[in-house]
């Protein structure tokens, strides 16, 4: 009752009282009830101008995972997007993990599109069958230009998000033109070890020719995260 947004002595809306029997199915859900059903109904009074609001659930038996099939994944390792889930196998079912499970999938950006689908294998458990289309990852750069003091400015960048599958970000750009040279590298993995710790190096060098003298930089950082929520 702490759910439903409908109130006794309000005036009757039929988008919340749909979106209150969505509410319902989900907490049942959430509960492990996967195949749960909850059907709405309303008894009219034409006389009184009124309508009672019936939710009757039919939540059937708990499930449980059986498997994790992933498909699709031509280039991304298996591990990569298991990580992202929060249904695994002998997992209780909750409607809510499994939203939350596409939700992950899609946040990685390497992927066009992903579905979880549920296959009823009883009344007790399921299979989840992950379905994914990649996308693709690698980015390369070819830039020039020409400067009145620099002269001509060549530079080239190569870079992928998720290199070879691994969920690892890379990536490695060089500028040069007649009066200066900059060379980069970075490497960072959102996932340390498949953990919520993040990691992060680059290292840098560049050089700058002035009139009379020439500056030189050479750079190393190294940096971690936690992921929170």
């Excluded at 919340?16 to 959430?30: G, N, P, Q, S, Y």
């Excluded at 830039?143 to 990536?171: A, E």
């Amino acid at each position: 009752r702490e759910l439903i947004s409908l109130k006794k002595g309000d005036i009757f809306n039929v988008k919340k009282f749909r979106e209150d029997a969505k509410k319902i199915k989900t907490l049942v859900a959430d509960h492990s009830y996967a195949f749960a059903q909850v059907v709405p109904d309303l008894k009219k009074d034409k006389e009184k101008r009124t309508v009672e609001v019936v939710f009757k659930v039919m939540p059937g038996d708990k499930v449980k995972i059986r498997n994790v099939l992933i498909s699709g994944n031509t280039r991304t390792l298996d591990r990569i997007i298991r990580r992202e889930l929060y249904l695994g196998p002998n997992d209780m079912y909750s409607l809510t993990d499994l939203k939350d499970s596409r939700n992950s999938l899609g946040r990685l950006g390497y992927f066009d599109s992903n579905t979880i689908e549920e296959k009823r294998i009883d009344n007790h458990t399921m299979d989840l069958i992950v379905k994914v289309k990649e996308a693709p990852t690698g980015n390369v750069q070819l830039g020039g230009g020409y400067g009145s003091y620099g002269g001509l400015l060549l530079s080239i960048g190569v870079s992928d998000r998720n290199i070879w599958g691994s969920g690892i970000n890379v990536g490695v750009k060089a500028e040069k033109s007649q009066t200066s040279q900059n060379y980069s590298f970075n490497i960072s993995n959102p996932r340390l070890n498949d953990s919520d710790f993040s990691g992060n190096f680059s290292i840098y060098h560049s050089t700058y020719d002035y009139n009379d003298y020439t500056t030189l930089s050479d750079g190393v950082s190294i940096g971690t995260g936690h992921k929170f929520s």
